[in-house]
């Protein structure tokens, strides 16, 4: 298959759907909007959504019955991101490229672009679009796992272990921690909700979570690797950031060959996982193989 | 009908069920739970739960029905505080008399904690405790209108409004708003959450939602007298700080008898609202008068 054609589809349908979903405001007060969409279109590859997407059509579904749920993903996933770039927090001035939500809007205003954006989230995962399509408890179910993977038992508690790890000497269970939760949970959960949408029985589910898991952790360590190899220009923001501020990583504790060769494994390891699936999961397979191959 | 008895009684069933949400953990990265108790469980009135409760009686559900979205909307309440405390917003070192978030766990711990307990609250109001009873329509409506008060066309624009006013000249109809925003809507929503989960027709919907916007208006007015009036041991935190800070009131604005008689006038308001529903609504009737004549 074409990947390379599925995911500019993918991401068009979805920035169109994100659009129409947060559209502009003219309101003395749009200012929260406007900081909202600004780090919404910065530029994301939208590989939350379209893993949703995937995970729906690989067992039947259709990307249109799951499109608010792959944009709430994205909401939540760029919500983390302003918080995570905050002074408090990372202190990062630049992403993809582009000045920080705190550095254009101010600290406050970039606080709440971030809580406004999760709540959203959880607006558009109950919109009445959705509910006319899918079972209502399916919506529930899915909203419950999302929840649950963005939270203080998901991503937020990676983000805690990542800040107190922060300047220490932290070992590989610590970084497979630190990972699983900041960013596995919630690429697992993109996946596995997709796939709940379109109501398959749970062993496909289970299958799926597998995938999400192996790949979700892949994902991170092919980040740290970019982080250390990636040239400042494609990357859109000074390289080797995480060795200077000692972030935990692979990378710093197994090495760039350790980590490139575990990347690897993870990624042959999530395609057994999908292995009984037919060629309706090929895209989830292609993109397995982009994780470890994509350059920024 | 004895509302000190009745505050008392629901306020213990909500601080139970929160405990029983949100247990303590033993964890590495435990210290993430530990902040999120430590505001929910740092003697606040649990106002927007008990209304919730109290809204569901009052067209015949029961408070154990909607339990789980009453303490949700505490949760709310309490991330929202957490992110006004931070230094980027009010800046507050103390709340109810103890320090706040960020004082005690840092800012990076505070801005998660808050983000944990938003994200939180959605778990909750997609329990399975939930769905056993509730119809999952009623649920998603629940959920939509919840995250529409929270978000940035309710609570958040309330808080961008406050934080772009301040040490400005502002004019009632910008407090007003404020007010509504940041206050009033997660208020009305908690009356109307409690109605919509028992199952009750459009009309007394419309009327408790009445009731809501009026008595959040109200509450919010007395917040801003008592912050005047109030005696700093009671209320636990510096009196008068809204003043100093040229914060948005109606107090500097109207004055504190045009404040006064403009408090009782909404309480009448919203008393005439659900003046067609029986004895079943007393605790909200009583709430209204609680509201204005609470010392604290």
Redesign the interface.
Same mark, same amino acid.
């Given at each position: 298959m074409d990947l390379k054609k599925y995911l500019k589809e993918k991401k068009e349908i979805i920035d169109k759907a994100l659009e129409r979903y947060l559209p502009m405001e003219q309101d003395?007060?749009g200012?929260?909007?406007k900081a909202?969409r600004y780090s919404l279109f910065a530029g994301g590859k939208r590989v939350r959504p379209i893993l949703c997407i995937a995970g729906a059509e690989a067992v039947g579904g259709t990307g249109d019955q799951v499109l608010p749920v792959a944009c709430a993903l994205e909401l939540i996933h760029t919500?983390s991101l302003i918080?995570d770039d905050?002074p408090?927090?990372d202190n990062d001035d630049y992403r993809r490229g582009v000045p920080t939500s705190h550095k254009v809007f101010?600290?406050?205003?970039a606080?709440?672009a971030?809580?406004?954006l &999760?709540? #959203?989230a959880?607006?558009l995962? !109950?919109?009445?679009e959705l509910?006319k399509g899918t079972?209502?408890?399916r &919506?529930? #179910?899915v909203?419950?796992i999302v !929840?649950?993977a963005?939270?203080?038992h998901g991503m937020?508690?990676g983000?805690?272990?990542d800040?107190?790890s922060e300047d220490k000497e932290v070992h590989t269970d610590t970084i497979e921690y630190i990972h699983m939760h900041k960013t596995g949970a919630l690429i697992t959960t993109s996946v596995v909700s997709g796939a709940i949408l379109s109501g398959r029985p749970k062993a496909e589910i289970a299958s799926l979570k597998s995938y999400g898991q192996r790949v979700g952790l892949a994902f991170q360590i092919a980040d740290d690797l970019l982080d250390v190899e990636g040239q400042s220009h494609i990357m859109g923001k000074g390289t080797g950031s995480d060795l200077k501020s000692k972030k935990a990583t692979y990378v710093a504790v197994i090495g760039l060959n350790g980590s490139r060769e575990m990347a690897k494994h993870l990624i042959s390891l999530a395609l057994d996982a999908i292995s009984s699936f037919d060629q309706r999961a090929d895209p989830l397979r292609a993109i397995a193989h982009y994780i470890i191959e994509r350059k920024y």
């Open positions: 003395n007060f200012i929260i909007t909202m919500y918080h905050l408090a927090i101010g600290e406050a205003i606080i709440l971030g809580d406004a &999760l709540t #959203e959880f607006k995962m !109950s919109c009445p509910r079972s209502s408890g &919506l529930l #179910e909203i419950n !929840s649950h963005a939270g203080y937020v508690r983000q805690v272990a800040v107190l």
